[in-house]
């Protein structure tokens, strides 16, 4: 009878080591859960701002280069008016006005030019 209640005592300590195993395991894997919430969370709000950079330098590029052609924009009318009186006589070019070559007055030109300029800033703003 001894022999049978120190056995029962010894299945015991057992049962009772492995029930604080598995709540110890249990433990571990509600930490473990919690940090991959954690983790995934936190890679969610780095490709948002990854998305966010990349949109943003997009429309930096854009933009840089809208300033760009808009620095070579007066360079190119110089050369391309440079080059018309060059091979004009004088007295043709002072008679070519923008209205005989049917662009209209200079400051429906200047208007129009001011419009596209807001329109492509505005374009830019929304990319």
Avoid at 66 to 93: H, M, N, T, Y
Wanted: net charge negative; charged share 30%; proline share 2%.
């Amino acid at each position: 009878m001894v022999a049978l209640a120190s056995h029962f005592q010894n299945l015991e300590a057992v049962k009772q080591k492995y029930k604080a195993q598995v709540r110890r395991l249990c433990q571990e894997n509600a930490w473990i859960r919690d940090e991959l919430n954690s983790t995934q969370q936190q890679l969610r709000t780095a490709m948002q701002n990854i998305a966010q950079l990349e949109e943003e330098n997009k429309r930096l590029k854009f933009m840089n280069s809208i300033k760009k052609f808009d620095e070579d924009l007066p360079e190119l009318a110089d050369k391309e008016g440079d080059q018309a009186e060059q091979q004009r006589p004088a007295s043709d070019v002072h008679n070519s006005t923008l209205q005989e070559l049917g662009f209209g007055d200079e400051q429906h030109l200047k208007l129009h030019l001011l419009l596209m300029m807001k329109f492509w800033l505005l374009v830019a703003r929304m990319l």
